[in-house]
């Protein structure tokens, strides 16, 4: 991460090159990480930058890219707010505030004026979004994990720490005019690699969890191989049974007959509830299963193994791998449906999008990045709740200034899915008394007690979304879903609740135009 005097250098050199620049687009390509698209005419001279924002503990650092990195699939909540808030606004100055590592940018937007604090403070470092009365609108990382004191809402404070190191400047031999770029250079390095150390313990956290079920599958194998004995004794006891049916007394639980080759008492087990003639089929179908399952696993058992010898080989194949062969492995059609059974294909996705892959194109985007063009974008993923669920059932997803998603119901079968299927845990259930309209739920994401401003989002596009869309006013009523219940027979759409609480909502245009804005979209229409 940058040291003080660095920063120190970053709002110089920013001050020099990108103040009086315009926003052209927001990406948070990675979490905890956002980028910014500016462009600046000097005279008749328009130059165009993209700045890097990280705020992850270790690599926490401003720099200058060469271009855009690609874009997620969805939409994260930060971003949104910055698409939503902050395009098209001018960067009107860049400086350090308490005499520490908090690196201000502020920008003018039509909204008015906001600040972004990156705040390098090792593993509590973050990216804090401030209105222009400096009270925290959102963070880019979780406060949980940096610094619970702070609240949306409430205003910023500076952390509590002794007095500032200067530290090092590791970029004293570059000119203040080629800073950010190297800057950028030297963590996109660093980036490459933590990135490669991280989906080599991906890769090897899947292989281990694979290897045990191979090994647990070949045990089960086995174990049915090891039956093969029982085989020849039901195959025995049938013919012996079939010889002898006249000998069993109805409602026996066994019969003893002759052996036939060494003419000793065999018993044989019955089921007292069946007739002679019954117990006889009933033997030779369980002799006709095994027969199938010993011969089904005499066909498996080579597969299993030569499968688990692949999987040993791949895991240490891998451990020995430097960067440019983890990357060929992760090229590989066969380790690509790996990660996918696993739910880590976004890994091998990510290598060949950032380039990172052997082949891979640079993800350029916009003139002068020194790019063909942009590459083709996949289709945006959906969330794996209802990724598999025919259209007409998807919510509409709204991201919150608080980091958290409200998902809203398209028909009165998607209310149902929205309401039964989708909704869980501490989620909450939105609805207008006396006033039909779409079923709105809060994400809370396990939380006990979500923020008061999403709570208020959520009110307004309950109402939005009702007969009472027009109203200046509103009573919504909320409530846990775990107390939300459908009647058996009911028309879709129809749920009871119990309990809750009842808010009244007074409308604020200014508030339903923000979380409208701040739209995710899963692709495809909305039909």
């Known amino acids: ?38 462009y600046r005419r000097d005279g008749e001279l328009q130059r165009k930058a993209v700045l890097d ?47 520490d590592r908090q690196l201000v940018l502020r920008f003018t937007a039509e909204e008015g004026a906001f600040e972004l604090v990156l705040s390098i403070f090792g593993r509590k470092s973050n990216l804090y979004l ?37 530290g090092d400047d590791r970029f004293s031999e570059v000119d203040d005019a080629e800073l950010l770029v190297r800057i950028g250079e030297r963590y996109s390095g660093e980036r490459v690699e933590q990135s490669t150390g991280d989906d080599r313990r991906t890769l090897l956290a899947v ?3 694979e290897r045990k079920a191979a090994e647990r599958r070949i045990e089960r194998i086995e174990e049915e191989l090891r039956e093969a004995d029982e085989v020849g004794t039901l195959e025995r006891h049938g013919e012996l049974l079939k010889a002898n049916l006249a000998k069993v007394v109805p409602g026996a639980a066994t019969v003893t007959v002759a052996d036939f080759e060494t003419g000793l008492p065999v018993e044989i087990a019955l089921d007292p509830k069946l007739p002679a003639r019954q117990n006889l089929e009933a033997l ?3 002799y006709q299963k095994l027969i199938r399952r010993l011969t089904k696993a005499g066909g498996q058992i080579d597969a299993a193994r030569e499968s688990l010898a692949g999987l040993v080989a791949l895991e240490a194949e891998i451990e020995a791998a430097d960067g440019a062969g983890l990357e060929a492995i992760l090229a590989r059609e066969s ?7 696993a739910g880590e294909g976004r890994i091998a996705r990510d290598s060949l999008a950032s380039g990172r892959g052997p082949g891979a194109a640079a993800a350029g985007e916009g003139k002068g990045a020194g790019a063909s063009g942009p590459a083709p974008r996949a289709k945006p993923s959906l969330p794996a709740a209802y990724r598999d669920r025919p259209r007409r059932l998807h919510p509409r997803r709204y991201a919150t200034a608080a980091g958290l998603e409200i998902w809203v119901g398209r028909s009165d079968d998607a209310n149902d899915f929205l309401t039964t299927r989708l909704a869980r845990g501490k989620d909450l259930f939105f609805h207008l008394a006396g006033a039909p309209g779409s079923h709105v739920i809060l994400r809370t994401e396990g939380r006990d007690d979500p923020p008061s401003e999403a709570i208020l989002d959520a009110c307004e596009l309950a109402v939005h979304f009702s007969k009472q869309k027009n109203a200046g006013s509103a009573e919504v009523h909320v409530v846990p879903i775990k107390n939300v219940k459908k009647p058996r027979g009911a028309k879709p759409g129809l749920v009871y609740v119990t309990g809750g609480r009842s808010l009244h909502l007074r409308r604020e245009a200014a508030r339903l135009e923000r979380i409208l804005a701040a739209r995710i979209e899963d692709g495809g229409s909305d039909a």
Do not use: N
């Open 130 to 166: 401030l209105d222009a009365e400096g009270r925290l609108l959102l963070a880019l990382r979780p406060l949980r994990d940096t610094r619970t004191e702070l609240a949306p809402g409430r205003p910023y404070t500076d952390p509590a720490s002794g007095p500032p190191r200067r």
């Open 53 to 99: 924002l990280d705020a992850r503990p270790d690599v926490a650092h401003l720099g200058e890219l060469p271009r855009m990195p690609a874009a997620p699939d969805a939409l994260p909540a930060f971003s949104a707010y910055l698409r939503a808030h902050l395009s098209r606004a001018r960067l009107e100055a860049a400086r350090l505030r308490g005499g």
């Open 207 to 209: 292989l281990r969890k």
């Open 1 to 38: 991460m940058l040291s003080l005097v660095e920063l120190e250098r970053v709002v110089r050199a920013l001050e020099q090159r990108w103040v009086g620049g315009r926003v052209e687009r927001w990406v948070e390509p990675d979490p905890g990480r956002i980028c910014v698209s500016l």
């Open 335 to 341: 380790v690509g449906r790996l990660l996918g059974r």
């Open 284 to 286: 030779f179908k369980r």
